[in-house]
Nanobody
Framework: QVQLVESGGGLVQAGGSLRLSCAAS????????MGWFRQAPGKERDFVAV????????RYADSLKGRFTISRDNAKKTVYLQMNSLKPEDTAVYLC?????????????????WGQGTQVTVSS
């Protein structure tokens, strides 16, 4: 069993930056692929980024490449999402996910564990 708790969301002006954190509890954190999805009001959950258990592989939504960076610290059982050059359309609840697989997977249906989410609001 893995529990995920996100933090770091908030209100930021367009062009600003935020770093989200996701702290995991439970065993074998380093065996899980970790990722982020986001959900805006009235919209489906969208893939943001994923990082492999070792941190050696990452993947991003095409529209976010170059602005967002995912990383992890297995010793701290934490995954991060650095978000730069934020835009109003990035406004959403950001959700941390974990899945016990070695592949890079972008479908939300494959992830076993979800956090409660942290709100990110970008003002214009």
């Amino acid at each position: 069993q893995v529990q995920l708790v996100e933090s770091g969301g908030g209100l930021v002006q367009a062009g600003g930056s935020l770093r989200l954190s996701c702290a995991a509890s439970g065993r074998a954190f380093s065996s899980y692929a970790m990722g982020w999805f986001r959900q805006a009001p009235g919209k489906e959950r969208d893939f943001v980024a994923v990082i492999s258990w070792s941190g050696s592989s990452t993947r991003y939504a095409d529209s976010l490449k170059g602005r967002f960076t995912i990383s992890r610290d297995n010793a701290k059982k934490t995954v991060y999402l650095q978000m730069n050059s934020l835009k109003p359309e990035d406004t959403a609840v950001y959700l941390c996910v974990a899945g016990r697989f070695s592949a890079i997977i972008t479908s939300p249906h494959e992830y076993d564990y979800w956090g409660q989410g942290t709100q990110v609001t970008v003002s214009s």
